[in-house]
């Protein structure tokens, strides 16, 4: 019976580690267990089992304890893992690390069984409810804990905004959270779902026949086409065969609107897997999907990493999304670990967007898959009128020009919303001073500083550094300081001014840090109220706000003559998916793209043959310069204090590597952005129009440049199938 145990340990090393494993047990592959690790201790997890090992038994040590009396991870999560660890080339150790909520990193017990819920404490059942003030929300939740604990779950769909009020409640120790079974507070009557159009029944008709299989699927249907309610379909099925599925979107600020209809559908089996919960919920909601309480687990990027022992059906909303790739540490692709993990299950997976990436129109064109398309919006909303402002000889109040604001007036007389997208937050982009032309710019990374007049601060939006607002110009003195440009904050202001009896709602990440805060903002707006909405791309996608019917699009001209060979396609994407936002429901949308640059060769196919055309423009281009999808990258960067170091160990790895047949190692250069938070910063380029002669080098490779003695001077990293080339 083999005695060693092969664990990996959370460390930057290429590497298992060996242990004797304790006398009387064997755990499983995928059980975590407690090793000694240099003069400490580490939470590690078991990869295998061995008869013997390269370092003498003698020097073993064994195994401090083990935490799981099962595996936690499934044999098949475990696998992709292992594999994910080698196409990107990163410690196996560190990506497991990256797969547990932080929670289960730490040698503690797991949470109890069952669903967490609110309920009076001693104190509170001796409690009368007319101690609290009459028609507050605490009052309100106090008093239906007085009939009994309520889930978490049960307390989201009837009290959303009940986690202030038992807050407040549990100061005065009247409350406490408890672990209860599931029960008919949570197991709430479902709503039930509209009727689906032709096409979306279709859609869900087709991909239901391949839930026995691997198939991946292209949900390709135009904004406000009704790609949830195929979703939900898919899950129902998907649920009555007593299975189980996973659903990804890409950003947090999607989550609460989503999971309130999967609940509304769904109720308590649907649990939320994001970085915006507090650890113990994570972990909660991870032990819930691999205990087989949680039948749905709706998350963003690592939700991919929940172990579903019956998992029937993998989703991803707005494929497209940049927001899937990790751009740090263990950088891997949501979306591409999607697809591996329904190819090991054999499950469909459906890819979703009105706007696919280009890597996902090459594939059906190859393919390899199906592509079913929503063409119409759904029940009367018709598309939105896209037009062009020409910007040019036109004198812009605040950046917005007299038609812009002509179509504003008009649609609140209307009764109508209107959004003002700006892709830039804060107050101005720059900070200028007008005697001198000398302007408050980051040390660390050598790019102007972003002004945040309401918080009075400076703020790198590279690396984040933030300073006091100066009174006077660094240079010269003076004090003639002018902010430059517009972001967030000052269209807000503008707005303001401009629309005095107007309610302003900005969306961006200043003013949805708080837990809650983007609901609460959505909320500020009734369904028939006049409006404006400023905001970031956090309004780009996923929204319904059945009252907005106009979109003007401001800053297009900056993503227009950008060095990444991937904007194009990201510009597209996003005017067509803040398009979407206008005219969802009933009454009609327009949206105005106001541009210096009218006669842009991209904006006119956008406008005249959509994105479709765009996308064929786009990857005819890609495939004569041999661009992905048609090639596949590696980025190989490096980092250091000195600019010299960082050229000095990426030319040792392009001399080190030599020749591969198939394989482009591009001459080494300066990054983009070549000082970011004060490290010099460089890259090389590794081409191949065939994966697997890339992925054949790479081992060999990383273990040469990590031999390197230049390698020790740097912080170096390689990343697989890159998105973000800066």
Partial sequence: MPEILRVAVPVPLPQLFDYLAPRGTMPAPGCRVVVPFGPGRQVGVVVGSAADSEVPRSKLKPIGAVLDAEPLLTQELLATL??????????????????????????????????????????????????????????????????????????????PRWRDSASALRQRGLVETVAVAASADVAAAPVAPPPLNAAQSEAVTRVAASLDRFQP????????????????????????????????????????????????????????????????????????????????????????????????????????????????????????????????????????????????????????????????????????????????????????????LSAVRDTLARGE???????????????????????????????????????????????EAERRVPVQCGDCGSAQLMPQGQGTERLEEALSDLFPETPIVRIDRETTRRRGALEALLDRLGPHQPGIYVGTQMLAKGHDLPNLTLVVILGVDEGLHSIDFRASERLGQLIVQVAGRAGRAAKPGTVLLQTH???????????????????????????????????????????????????????????????????????????????????????????????????????????????????RRVRWSLDVDPTDLY
Avoid at 97 to 107: D, I, K, N, S, W
Avoid at 135 to 158: C, N, Q, V
Wanted: charged letters at 20%; glycine letters at 8%.
């Fill in 597 to 711: 640059q009218p006669d842009n060769a991209l904006l006119g196919v956008l406008l005249c043959g959509g994105y479709r055309a765009l996308a064929q423009n786009l990857l005819e281009e890609r495939r004569a310069a041999d661009w992905p999808p048609y090639a596949h990258l590696a980025l190989l960067r490096a980092e250091a204090k000195d600019p010299l170091a960082t050229q000095e160990f990426l030319a040792a790895c392009h001399a080190a590597a030599g020749q591969v047949d198939g394989v482009d190692l591009h001459n080494p250069i300066p990054a983009p952005m070549p000082l970011r938070a004060g490290f010099a910063r460089s890259q090389m380029t590794l081409s191949a129009t065939d994966r697997s002669k890339l992925q054949a080098a790479l081992p060999a490779w990383m273990e040469l440049w990590r031999q390197l003695p230049s390698a």
């Fill in 417 to 463: 919303q209107a959004l003002i997208f700006r892709n830039r937050r804060g107050y101005a982009p720059v900070l200028l001073c007008h005697d001198c032309g000398w302007h408050a710019d980051c040390e660390r990374c050598a790019k102007p500083m972003t002004l945040h007049r309401q918080r009075g601060r400076l703020v790198c939006h590279h690396c």
């Fill in 217 to 404: 699927w292209l949900l390709e249907g135009v904004t406000g086409s009704g790609k949830t309610e195929v979703y939900l379909g898919l899950i129902d099925q998907v649920l009555a065969q007593g299975r189980q599925a996973l659903m990804l979107v890409p950003e947090i600020g999607l989550t609460p609107q989503t999971l309130r209809r999967f609940r509304d559908r769904f109720g308590h089996r649907v649990h939320a897997l994001h970085s915006g919960l507090a650890e113990a919920e994570r972990t909660r909601a991870w032990l819930a999907a691999a205990r087989g309480q949680a039948a749905v687990i709706l998350g963003t990027r690592s939700a991919i990493f929940a172990p579903m022992p019956k998992l029937g059906l993998i989703a991803v909303d707005e494929e497209h999304d940049a927001s899937y790739k990790q751009q740090d540490g263990f950088r891997y692709s949501a979306r591409d670990l999607a697809l591996v993990r329904a190819r090991a299950l054999g499950v469909p997976v459906v890819l979703g967007s009105a706007t696919p990436s280009l890597e996902s129109l090459a594939n059906v064109a190859a393919g390899r898959y199906e592509r079913v398309e929503l063409p119409q919006r759904a029940g009367s909303a018709r598309p939105p009128q896209l037009r062009i402002v020409d910007a040019r000889r036109t004198r812009l109040d605040h950046g917005l020009g007299p038609e812009l």
């Fill in 82 to 159: 292992q594999w994910a660890s080698r196409y990107y080339q990163h410690p196996l150790g560190a990506v497991l690390e990256t797969a547990l909520p932080v929670g289960m990193r730490q040698p503690k017990p797991l949470p109890l069984e069952g669903y967490r819920a609110l309920a009076l404490s001693a104190d509170g059942r001796g409690t009368s409810a007319d101690t609290l003030r009459r028609g507050t929300r605490i009052r309100e939740l106090f008093e239906r804990l007085a009939a009994g604990p309520l889930t978490y779950a049960a307390l989201d769909l009837a009290l």
